[in-house]
């Protein structure tokens, strides 16, 4: 029975009226700021950003939190700005974030990633995190609702500190509305580098950065753990025994081969090209033969 209650109570309507506009100076077109618990700070200066695609945290906000830079994880992708301006990122960072009051309140671990660039903010929430609280905001009320297992929660926006806010990125031309460069919103989200074998750079890969710290950590602790499946190099890749399978190029010995002409490469192709070809023959995936005609040419990929 309390299981049914807790999901007939998160699944309330949410909804604006004028009672919300109270004490809100109008007519006015300010942003929506608000404060959050962060790591267990009040932080405040935080803009609720809907056009945003990342969560955002300013470096001299990270390190006022005094979060060592351990916490950072690699992010290689660059940010950009609807001015086209980019910026990379020191890193991404999972915090722990508390939205509201008890006992209506949401605390989720979120990513940020932390940017080192003057801002009058300390931090952007934009859509990930929305989405997450299941949050509606309404700037004409400047207040951001979500659902909570005791009703509905609520944060209310400061409107002074807001215009003050507003004040300085004019001031400056600040840009606070980022896109993560070649990301595609419906259906990609923002990668981070793991190094899977320490003080090895070259032993990378990718992983996504939405899902929860636990789980993030099970799925490193994973790859860590099968390490013998990935090949950085040709030697770390062993083969299939010819058993298993193999190929053939299947030809008619009736029909005379087509001659190709033998085309000239750049020095720099013929370079690499011999490089190839050397460590290919090195891991013994190719081996020499030898032909009475020239068939084809080497096809650069």
């Given at each position: ?156 926006g400061d409107q002074v500190l807001a215009r003050e ?137």
């Amino acid at each position: 029975m309390e299981l049914l209650l807790k999901q007939r109570r998160t699944n309330q309507d949410i909804f604006f009226s004028e009672k919300d506009a109270r004490g809100v100076r109008q007519p006015h077109n300010d942003p929506l700021v608000i404060a959050l618990t962060i790591e267990g700070f009040n932080t405040k200066r935080i803009l609720v950003d809907n056009g945003s695609f990342a969560d955002i945290m300013y470096l001299s906000s990270f390190q006022q939190l005094k979060l060592g830079p351990g916490r950072l994880r690699p992010f290689e992708s660059p940010l950009v700005s609807f001015s086209g301006d980019r910026v990379y990122p020191k890193g991404i960072v999972t915090l722990k974030v508390t939205i509201g009051a008890y006992p209506k309140q949401q605390t989720r671990h979120l990513d940020f990633l932390v940017v080192d660039c003057p801002s009058s903010y300390n931090v952007i929430i934009g859509r990930p995190t929305l989405n997450r609280w299941k949050a509606a905001t309404s700037t004409y009320c400047l207040i951001i609702k979500f659902p909570t297992e005791d009703r509905i929660g609520e944060v209310k926006g400061d409107q002074v500190l807001a215009r003050e806010c507003y004040q300085a990125v004019l001031a400056v031309g600040e840009n606070h509305t980022w896109t993560i460069e070649g990301e595609k919103e419906d259906n990609m989200e923002a990668l981070e580098t793991v190094e899977l074998v320490e003080g090895e750079n070259s032993k990378v890969t990718r992983i996504g950065t939405t899902m929860s710290p636990e789980m993030r950590n099970e799925l490193v602790r994973f790859l860590k753990g099968n390490l013998d499946v990935f090949a950085w190099s040709h030697e770390d890749m062993q083969g299939i025994p010819r058993q298993v399978i193999q190929h053939e190029l299947k030809t008619d010995p009736e029909k005379k081969p087509v001659q190709q002409k033998r085309r000239v490469f750049a020095p720099e192709r013929n370079q690499a090209i011999t490089e190839e070809v050397s460590r290919l023959l090195q891991a013994d995936f190719i081996r020499e033969v030898y032909y009475p005609e020239w068939l084809a040419n080497v096809v650069l990929v």
